[in-house]
């Protein structure tokens, strides 16, 4: 694939996520984790009038050729993906194109019986990203092997044994024309952080213990991320 390199200006995109002003990230890193952490985004773009949206879930990494993750910013950033070019979706998709990725990081429910005090109301906590952005589809046989070979690289060293794909390229060449390969180009992004920050620092450092103490990992890698807010 050919290098990538930072645009010399970038321009916020308008998202639509409602977010209240409490629940906005801190900065673009808790975004950029949140992503790199929970790669399956599910991909929604408009259809024919006659077919409505679609929608599909799929991985989505950053492009590796891009020359570092912007400070404040996350416009311009390249994203990679592919999805089964039998699906639907995929024939609906045009370069140009917008499209919505959303991303999920750690929810749990939270019960009043944590917060110890009365009236009170159950709520959910949970950290979203949403990313709208210009699509462009790869058509060589190159550039998908390229993106799946990047893939494969960014999630066997981020959950796998960095297990060595050499053997299995003649595989990856019989199966790729099957593949749809694309990048998304943001145009703007949203996060929502709703992890009890409307709550008193007591009560709120209450539900991060209750979460911890869980055996769930959801709870826990929530009470994580309300202890980074501290």
Known sequence: MPRIRRPRHTMKGECCMFVPSQYRQPNVSWMTDLMRGNPLALMASNGAPADGPFATHLPVITDPEWE?????????????G???RANPHWAALTTGSTVLLTFTG??????????????AAPTWNFTSVHI???????????????????????????????????????????????????RVRVTGAEGMFKLSQE????????????????????????????????
């Open 68 to 80: 570092g993750i912007p400070a404040d910013d996350l416009a311009g950033l390249p994203l990679l």
């Open 106 to 119: 750690p929810h749990a429910y939270v019960s009043p019986s944590v917060y110890g005090i009365t009236p």
């Open 132 to 182: 709208h952005g210009t699509v462009e589809k790869f058509e060589s046989t190159e550039e998908t092997l390229g993106v799946v070979q990047a893939t494969v690289r960014a999630f066997e060293d981020e959950f796998g044994d960095s297990w060595d794909m050499t053997e299995s390229l003649d595989y990856f060449r019989r199966i790729v024309p099957g593949v749809g390969a694309f």
């Open 199 to 230: 709550q008193s620092t007591p009560i709120r450092e209450q539900v991060a213990r209750s979460f911890a103490g869980r055996a769930c990992t959801r709870h826990v890698q929530t009470a994580h991320l309300m202890n980074r807010l501290t």
């Open 82 to 84: 592919h999805m089964n």
